[in-house]
């Protein structure tokens, strides 16, 4: 399916059952509260579990929500796809809480529970650091508490969360994970602390799963022009379900307006499409183009990079391709790079894996 090459899946998504999955990860504190205010559930999926888009029927379990075991993800992903390593990124509502020292707690039994529960149960699987971003002290903390685990290979924020990430408090988290070699995540979500659309709130689904587009085009916006990727040019930055066909001309607006008031931002030294092509990555599923194999070699062409794109099968989320590997129009002589080459060359801790 993958033409026999060590594949590395960037994006799969284990689920987690509900908190009572986490509460042996928590403190007794924490799991008197879990009790006490009746916390049952933090799913961050804002999607309808039954919906057609949001899990693959067939790996659906009998409560209808998507896979919450290993040996589901073995069957359903690895195996199926042939994947030789796989980054779980888990989407769980840890991020959502608004009490700070309870996103922190649960985020760390979130982080303690994949280790045990996933890592420590298939030896292919490698995994992102959830980080409570309300506190960036904490998230620091987060990151070395567990950076002694060269399984965790990448931390993990939401396009849409409550702050630009370029921001100057987030940047105690980039020198973090460049001096552990970790890669900085960016998956689509919501922290719904604010509109999803900087003209307010959506009212359907459709409206919201568009609006990550914008979350993405800001949030990389910031990044460029707080000089994040200047200060560390280091760090790679990864795009998950961010889609691709949007960042050329998205690039090449920001481009052209930064020639005309690059004054304001002496740190941003060279053009930002360089940056971009330097330090930034984007997962491939979905792919929002045509299935014209022409219409997508114009992207990629207009990316100026083969360099850029990662695999990824967005296990459990579904974009109706049945079992292809690889979204339709992708060019067979990009596979070799897309499948191994540029994830390993994107995260560091699975190069050195690699080579050991």
Not at 30 to 55: F, H, M, Y
Not at 109 to 127: C, F, K, Q, T, V
Not at 151 to 166: D, I, K, N, S, W
Not at 238 to 253: C, H, I, K, N
């Amino acid at each position: 399916m993958l033409n026999g090459l060590r594949a590395i899946d960037c994006d799969v998504h284990p689920m987690v059952p509900g908190m009572r999955a986490l509460a042996p990860y928590l403190d007794e504190f924490w799991r008197d509260q879990v009790v006490e205010r009746g916390i049952t559930q933090l799913d961050s999926q804002s999607w309808p579990i039954r919906a057609p888009k949001t899990i693959r029927e067939d790996w659906r379990g009998p409560d209808g929500r998507g896979a919450e075991s290993v040996a589901q993800l073995q069957a359903q992903a690895l195996d199926r796809f042939g994947a030789e390593t796989a980054i779980l990124n888990c989407l769980y509502g840890v991020q959502l809480v608004m009490n700070e020292d309870m996103a922190v707690a649960f985020a760390r039994a979130l982080n303690d529970w994949i280790r045990a529960e996933w890592l420590d149960r298939d030896p292919r699987l490698r995994a992102s650091i959830v980080l409570p971003l309300h506190s960036i002290e904490r998230s620091v903390e987060e990151i070395e508490r567990l950076a002694g685990d060269g399984r965790f290979v990448q931390v993990l924020a939401l396009a849409m969360g409550e702050t630009p990430l370029g921001r100057r408090q987030f940047w105690p988290v980039y020198e973090a994970c460049v001096r552990h070699g970790l890669a900085f995540g960016i998956h689509a979500g919501s922290a719904y602390r604010h509109p999803q659309t900087s003209v307010g709130w959506t009212s359907w689904y459709l409206e919201e799963y568009a609006a990550n587009q914008q979350g993405f085009q800001s949030q990389l916006a910031s990044l460029i022009t707080e000089g994040v990727l200047t200060k560390f040019p280091e760090l790679k930055v990864v795009l998950l379900e961010s889609g691709v066909t949007w960042l050329p001309a998205f690039l090449w607006r920001l481009q052209k307006t930064w020639k005309g008031v690059r004054f304001e931002i002496p740190w941003v030294d060279r053009p930002p499409a360089e940056l971009v092509r330097d330090q930034v990555r984007l997962t491939v599923q979905p792919l929002d183009a045509p299935d014209d194999p022409g219409v997508v070699q114009r992207v990629l062409d207009h990316l100026r990079s083969d360099e850029m794109l990662l695999w990824a099968s967005d296990w459990p989320h579904w974009q109706f391709d049945g079992d292809a590997a690889v979204p339709p129009g992708i060019p067979e002589s990009l596979l070799p790079k897309l499948i191994r080459e540029n994830p390993l060359a994107t995260y560091q801790r699975l190069r050195e894996g690699a080579a050991r």
